[in-house]
């Protein structure tokens, strides 16, 4: 039997781009690995596209752990993982919580997308602001019969980083990988539809966390200042984790 690992991809990715790299990698050190598009993205059903949830982005995490302890009869039940990749580590964390199949989580450079609050540094009557505002796209959404959505990323990948439009740093690295051909996919284009940070207001992805314990998480990031300006609940840092 075989330890096995889900890997979910970053948000408004799928999961051809950076999942892919890391299931191949895993998968040839032994593990059996599992990435998917989450509901509503890529290849995967629902509608209308591009709509982000939050709960069932966490579904997502033990809907592929359903499917590895049932359908793939050589993998070991106990030794399931789930590694959440920038903005879909949050989520993978919030699967953990209430998901004991988990054995362990990694989240590698993360995001928490329903902290809103805190990654916005928004004032009280800025909040309220963004909120009405939201509030009200969804009568124009209803009226148009589709949600807004404004992609992040090209519908074509640019052909040279010297071809890149120069944005704020962070957006310059997701486009370095993202809209070149190297990291491109025409079913990921950066983002969901405009009403969907409303489902990231209303819940946070991270309130039971602690309960994940004691269980291992591995937290793995490059630069504290811009991955992890939300609020860290835990502290909990191991090396073994698989």
């Not at 990749?85 to 209430?98: E, T, Y």
């Not at 090209?154 to 010297?162: L, Q, T």
């Amino acid at each position: 039997m075989a330890p096995a690992i889900v890997i979910g991809a970053p948000y408004g990715s799928t999961k051809e781009q950076a999942a892919a790299i890391y299931a191949n990698t895993f998968a040839q050190l032994g593990f059996v690995t599992l990435t998917f598009d989450q509901v509503y993205m890529g290849e995967s059903a629902g509608e209308p596209r591009h709509v982000a949830s939050q709960d069932l982005y966490a579904e997502s995490f033990s809907a592929a752990v359903d499917y590895l302890g049932t359908k793939a009869k050589h993998v070991n039940r106990e030794q399931i993982s789930v590694i959440g990749i920038s903005g879909g580590a949050g989520f993978a964390l919030s699967a953990a919580a209430v998901d004991t199949r988990i054995k362990s989580v990694v989240t590698i450079s993360m995001y928490d997308m329903t902290d809103i609050r805190e990654m916005a540094n928004l004032a009280p009557e800025q909040l309220f602001q963004l909120k009405d505002q939201l509030s009200r796209q969804r009568w124009d959404d209803f009226e148009n019969g589709q949600p807004d959505y404004h992609p992040s990323f090209p519908e074509e990948p640019y052909d040279s980083i010297d071809d890149l439009p120069n944005h704020d740093e962070l957006t310059n690295e997701w486009l370095r990988f993202y809209a070149l051909k190297r990291g491109f996919h025409p079913n990921a284009r950066g983002t969901a539809t405009t009403t969907s940070n409303l489902a990231m207001l209303e819940f946070s992805a991270l309130d039971y966390i602690k309960e994940i314990s004691p269980r291992p998480i591995l937290f793995i990031y490059r630069n504290a200042n811009q991955r992890l300006n939300y609020r860290m609940l835990i502290g909990i840092l191991v090396l073994n984790v698989f």
